[in-house]
């Protein structure tokens, strides 16, 4: 019994510090790409101007004043402002709580709905694995941006609507892609020696397969937040997502279209910000991805 113990604490030793080995290298090839602190810096710009929209966006995003429409960018309106005299740098830095809000919303849903899926339908296999993949293959017959569509036409234009749409058009391609790990882990000597031993099913999910499929939902989610940022302002943009007065970044640009030529300020600054959003996440998430399966 004593040498199985001590067998036992040393192998949950070398795991540990294989664990931590394997972190800090992910972090130190992180720390050595430019990439990775540009994008980072970007994000965290997101973030910060969130967080800190009240205290950064000098008037409301929704006062009007008629007086000062369509003024070019000063001292007093630093992005101009729109055709209801409506402060154009409040209104964008406001639109980066929606846009931080879709986007991290979509990476729930479309992450744990996924995940629920391909590990159910991948350990249990059998009736629930051809149901759960039928229905799977039913929603991946339709392009995501349409089945999108199909959602927001379902549920109305809105906010919250365009949030679940966007959240769950995804979730078949996380699911197909858990459900491929999972099929190879269940297979591991591990997981066939966790059921050996009577381990329950939820058990041997969340503790022995779970933490193997990580890596890949990363990966994944890292391409994800950027398109659930752009498909939110797309939506916007045609009148299927966020309504005025909501300064969604994807409304501006909808607003701001009809005065290209004479305030192109309004399409620029949205513009500037959705592009500037998406380049960093997609910085830091192909440097995340690099470190992830750097093997050096």
């Known amino acids: 019994m004593i040498s199985r113990f001590v067998s036992k604490t040393a192998s949950n030793s070398n795991e540990t510090a294989t664990n931590r080995a394997g972190q800090s290298g992910v972090l130190r090839r992180l720390g050595a790409n430019p990439a990775a602190w540009l994008g980072g810096f970007l994000m965290l710009l997101l973030i910060a101007t969130a967080l800190l929209a009240p205290r950064i966006a000098p008037y409301p995003y929704d006062k009007l004043n008629p007086t000062q429409s369509l003024q070019p960018s000063s001292w007093q309106h630093l992005f101009g402002t729109d055709k209801l005299g409506r402060d154009m740098f409040s209104r964008v830095v406001f639109g980066a709580q929606l846009a931080l809000q879709i986007g991290i919303t979509a990476l729930i849903i479309a992450s744990g709905g996924g995940l629920l899926i391909g590990l159910a339908s991948g350990y249990f296999k059998g009736w629930l694995d051809r149901a759960l993949m039928g229905l799977v293959d039913l929603m991946l017959s339709f392009p995501p941006v349409l089945l999108a569509l199909i959602i927001m036409y379902a549920l109305g234009p809105g906010s919250g609507s365009l949030i679940l749409a966007v959240g769950l058009s995804p979730v078949p391609g996380f699911a197909r892609l858990i459900r491929g790990q999972v099929f190879s882990i269940s297979a591991k ?50 009148g299927l997502g966020a309504q005025p007065p909501s300064p969604d970044w994807g409304v501006l640009l909808l607003e701001g279209r009809a005065y290209l030529t004479e305030a192109p300020w309004l399409v620029n600054f949205p513009g500037l910000a959705i592009l500037l959003v998406v380049l960093g996440s997609n910085l830091l998430g192909t440097a995340l991805r690099q470190a992830l399966t750097s093997k050096s």
Not at 192 to 219: D, E, F, H, K, T
């Open 189 to 238: 000597d591990y997981v066939l020696a966790a059921q050996a031993i009577g381990a329950s099913p939820s058990r041997i999910m969340l503790r022995a397969i779970l933490p193997n499929v990580l890596n890949p939902v990363i990966v994944l989610g890292t391409v994800l937040f950027p398109e659930a940022i752009l498909a939110g302002a797309g939506l916007s943009f045609i």
